[in-house]
């Protein structure tokens, strides 16, 4: 990993220490380029840019995101928002027989909206008893011949514990239940093999780690699971033969196309595929190892400050979310923004998310920094 040429590629990190992208992944010149181009075109050839440029491009970045997921051509669907996928999944299930969902309290609240607005939904919410993980057993013990599906996610936003994905799994699938993961605090920073965990669904999208851009998101579907589900709400985009403009038959794409919501944020299209190069072309195995060490230097060095990091005891289940409780988040994340240090609060803890392309040196000036803050 040549880290100069990877920061040159990433402006804001000329500017400032920016330590924030499980809020938003620092845009890229590549990113930026693939912008430029897509603008360029919609001067150039207006409408007519859809057949010889932009249609490729969404058939491009579905490739991408299935690469990443090890997933089969077909199983990812390109979608506005993570919640805009929950609702589609929602809608294709069920619910007469089985309507249990189990989720956690650490899950993110849109993972939890999405059942309390249905009156026909019984929500299991679990807690965690050491405030970061949830185990495994606590799914097991809760499911039953009601439940649905687990909703739960890949990493914690809370705590940035990483969830043993094959073991849920397992046992929503034992239950005959669901599994539905949140995976947009994990892609990206947390290499995935979504086929060989046998997940039912993952959603997950380019805001946060894959440097991409806002207002688009990725649902993948387990191949065979496809073609067994058909949601109730829909557009011209999850149609088989969406060309024909046919308004007297509608049939679902054969392939996780039928998911779609309609024509794609085309700018964040752009965006993404600049952001998925270069993580494309560094790995993720690079990356998590690279992270893992940023991370480990965090806890290290803020443990030896003082702060009691509210983070996994094990590097293996530790993402690079990494919560600090405080007793000012908010004065602290100013006082930080004033030395040109970028972070993030949440309810009583300040939040650091370095990335692969951030330095050791970075690690420790924020550590630095926030002592003298809470002093």
Not at 71 to 93: E, F, Q
Not at 97 to 110: C, G, K
Not at 130 to 153: E, K, M, N, Y
Not at 350 to 367: G, K
Request: charged share 20%; glycine share 8%; hydrophobic share 40%.
């Amino acid at each position: 990993m040549n880290i100069d040429r990877i920061r040159a590629s990433f402006p804001i990190l000329q500017r400032r220490n920016y330590l924030n992208s499980c809020s938003l992944g620092a845009l890229s010149t590549r990113a930026e380029a693939r912008l430029q181009d897509f603008v360029a075109q919609w001067h150039g050839f207006g409408a007519s840019a859809w057949y010889d440029h932009w249609w490729e491009r969404l058939g491009e970045l579905r490739g991408r995101v299935e690469s990443l997921f090890a997933a089969p051509p077909g199983t990812v669907a390109l979608m506005p928002s993570t919640s805009a996928c929950l609702a589609a999944i929602a809608s294709s299930l069920d619910w007469t027989v089985r309507n249990r969902i189990v989720t956690t309290a650490l899950d993110f609240p849109t993972l939890l909206y999405q059942w309390k607005v249905r009156p026909d939904a019984e929500m299991v919410v679990l807690e965690s008893p050491d405030g970061v993980h949830i185990d495994p057993q606590q799914f097991a013990d809760a499911v039953d011949d009601r439940t649905l599906a687990i909703a739960t996610s890949h990493v914690f936003f809370t705590t940035g514990a990483i969830q043993d994905l094959g073991a849920i799994a397992d046992i929503a699938r034992r239950a005959g239940a669901y599994s539905l993961i949140d995976g947009y605090q994990g892609a990206g920073q947390v290499p995935v093999d979504l086929p060989a965990t046998d997940v039912d669904f993952y959603t997950a999208g380019p805001l946060k780690w894959l440097c991409g851009g806002t207002g688009l998101a990725y649902l993948y579907t387990r191949e065979a699971l496809i073609p067994t589900l058909e949601p109730r709400i829909t557009s011209w985009f999850a149609s088989r033969d969406q060309f024909d403009f046919n308004p007297g038959e509608f049939r679902y794409h054969p392939d996780a196309r039928r998911f779609e919501l309609g024509t794609p944020g085309l700018a964040t299209v752009h965006t993404a595929l600049g952001g998925q190069e270069i993580v494309d072309e560094v790995g993720m195995e690079a990356i998590r190892a690279r992270n893992i060490a940023l991370t480990d230097r965090l806890v290290h060095g803020a443990r030896a400050a003082g702060f009691t990091p509210r983070v996994s005891d094990s590097p293996a289940t530790r993402s690079a979310v990494i919560t600090i409780p405080h007793p000012r988040p908010e004065s602290a994340v100013g006082h930080l923004a004033e030395r040109d240090i970028i972070v993030d609060s949440r309810p009583g803890v300040v939040r650091a998310s370095p990335h692969f392309y951030n330095t050791a040196d970075e690690i420790d000036e924020f550590v630095q920094v926030l002592n003298e803050a809470t002093r």
